[in-house]
């Protein structure tokens, strides 16, 4: 089993960036890819992006691209997500995923989910 903590959410103001991290305990050898989702209330939980631990290939939504960059950290097994010129459009509650084959944007088919982290960025 893979247990996913992620952290750093929090409320900022429209063109501020935040830092989300999410750190990966248990058989993290089987992890081939880490990833982060996003809900909003009464909107289903969207793909925002995904890196493999071991090439350090990258995926993005069009919502996250040129604005949020993912990176790891594999002697920490640690993801961050670091979010740039945030808007109020992306409010949600943040998820840390991982699956253990392929690099791609589809939720079903990852296998570990973390609690999720709260993001609010005022107008």
């Known amino acids: 089993q893979v247990q996913l903590v992620d952290t750093g959410g929090g409320v900022v103001q429209a063109g501020g960036s935040l830092r989300l991290s999410c750190a990966a305990s248990?058989?993290?050898?089987?992890?081939?890819?880490m990833g982060w989702f996003r809900q909003a209330p009464g909107k289903e939980r969207d793909f925002v992006t995904a890196?493999?631990?071991?090439?350090?290939?990258?995926l993005y939504a069009d919502s996250a691209k040129g604005r949020f960059t993912i990176s790891r950290d594999n002697v920490k097994n640690t993801v961050y997500l670091q979010m740039n010129s945030l808007k109020p459009e992306d409010t949600a509650v943040y998820y840390c995923?991982?699956?253990?084959?392929?690099?791609?944007?589809?939720?079903?088919?990852?296998?570990?989910w973390g609690q999720g982290t709260q993001v609010t960025v005022s107008s």
């Open positions: 248990g058989r993290t050898s089987s992890i081939y890819t």
């Open positions: 995923a991982a699956r253990r084959y392929g690099l791609g944007s589809s939720l079903s088919n990852y296998d570990y």
């Open positions: 890196i493999s631990l071991s090439a350090g290939s990258t």
